[in-house]
């Protein structure tokens, strides 16, 4: 199971911290991500982390400005969002896998908008 949490309503250049709790698999051995999909668009990938948090990975759109981290010890993975901007605006969701879900169940996902 995934729960994402953390989400919410920000101004642009803002920041947020989101978390996504998972339960039920072995989380250690999995690498994480972090996906979005904006209201009429496709569910993108948008972060990797790799087991151990060792290496990570991310989209064009969010480098430079987003930082996934995971605790193993807590079964968590995070993505730090800074400067925020409008087309930030989506559903958050994590999931097993590193450049592309893995296929865990997908949870509710997190709202973020970044709106004036």
């Known amino acids: 199971q995934l729960v994402e949490s953390g989400g919410g309503l920000v101004q642009p250049g803002g920041s947020l911290r989101l978390s996504c709790a998972a339960s039920?698999?072995?989380?250690?051995?999995?690498?994480m991500s972090w996906h979005r999909q904006a209201r009429g668009e496709e569910r993108e990938w948008i972060a990797g982390?790799?087991?151990?948090?060792?290496?990570?990975k991310y989209a064009d759109a969010v480098k430079g400005r987003f930082s996934i981290t995971r605790d193993d010890a807590q079964n968590m993975v995070y993505l730090q969002m800074n400067n925020l901007k409008p087309d930030d605006t989506a559903v958050y969701y994590c999931?097993?896998?590193?450049?592309?879900?893995?296929?865990?169940?997908w949870g509710q996902g997190t709202q973020v908008v970044v709106s004036t």
């Open positions: 999931n097993t896998g590193y450049s592309q879900a893995l296929g865990q169940a």
């Open positions: 039920g698999f072995t989380f250690s051995v999995f690498a």
């Open positions: 982390i790799s087991t151990s948090g060792t290496n990570t």
